[in-house]
């Protein structure tokens, strides 16, 4: 099946709720409404069940067929993904440090024919998600690693708090945890001009605990979930039970050919290709803001 076929849409999206084909509708126009607003005053909009009930063991057996070949490593990070002895002040909320303990799956490992891939492919999704954006035009993420990838939890581990190098995110969960796992933000906390330093020391000095200016959101497998990830503090909560959680990552910017960093990606994918190096070098970027 081709990527750009409507069709794909059709059999695997919940088309009833998301009429994704049907952008002239004002059934298609209302939901465009409703999610807009819901990224305005929210922060984030979830679509509960994008993916149809009955392709929920598939998405799910896809992720774990790939799982086995995500990048694991346990180390000290930062929120920037910046290296730890960056020339910051001492009191930069960079210098706070936490420990990483998930684990990602690259683009370049998972099959185009899978759903996940089928779907960051697809024009037409990508065209509904400029509509939630308000933008003209959305970009695929360039990062032949990062652009697109499944994120792996084990029992025990959690996403540390950290910002996104493209202006918007899109996730799927396609395999859930017993327990715990929940995804934690903190909305337009930065702007491209301003860092707020102080507000972003104050959440990641609390860690886990409840924060007012923290959302959380439990999400079921098949949900879609769209925030802005370039502004918003983020993290996921340790997941408990024994289940893994899997989320595909979906990345878009505002600008074509932004490439992840060298540093970034090997923490990411233990791995980086000449792509990042070249990226290295020009600097492609929608923003000035610490990586």
Avoid at 29 to 43: F, H, M, P
Avoid at 83 to 103: C, S
Avoid at 206 to 232: C, M, W
Avoid at 266 to 288: C, I, N, T, Y
């Amino acid at each position: 099946m081709k990527e750009n076929d409507p069709l794909f849409l059709e059999q695997f999206t919940n088309s009833s709720e998301y009429p994704l084909l049907n952008p002239e509708t004002n059934a298609y126009k209302d939901l465009i409404k409703k999610l807009r607003n819901d990224l305005e005053v929210k922060g984030c909009a979830v679509l509960k069940s994008f993916i149809k009930a009955e392709w929920h063991d598939k998405i799910e057996q896809q992720g774990e067929q790939v799982a086995p070949q995500a990048y694991y490593k346990q180390e000290t990070v930062n929120a920037y993904n910046v290296p730890l002895d960056a020339d910051l002040p001492d009191d930069h909320p960079a210098k706070i440090t936490m420990q990483r303990e998930n684990a990602f799956v690259a683009r370049d490992l998972i099959p185009e024919t899978d759903i996940i891939h089928q779907l960051f492919n697809n024009a037409l999704f990508s065209r509904f998600l400029a509509d939630c954006f308000q933008y003209e035009k959305l970009y695929q993420l360039a990062d032949p690693l990062a652009g697109l990838c499944l994120n792996v939890l084990n029992p025990g581990c959690a996403h540390p708090w950290h910002y996104d190098i493209n202006e918007f995110t899109v996730s799927l969960l396609t395999k859930k945890s017993e327990k715990g796992g929940d995804f934690r933000y903190s909305p337009v906390i930065r702007t491209p001009g301003n860092e707020n330093l102080e507000a972003v020391k104050e959440i990641l000095l609390n860690g886990n605990t409840p924060h007012p200016k923290v959302n959380d959101i439990s999400l079921e497998v098949g949900d879609l979930q769209l925030f802005k990830g370039r502004y918003a503090l983020h993290h996921v909560s340790p997941v408990e039970g024994k289940s893994q959680r899997h989320t595909a990552i979906f990345a878009y910017t505002l600008e074509p050919g932004v490439i992840g960093g060298v540093e970034r990606t090997k923490q990411l994918f233990g791995r980086s290709l000449e792509a990042h190096e070249k990226a290295e070098r020009e600097k492609v970027r929608a923003d000035e803001l610490l990586d």
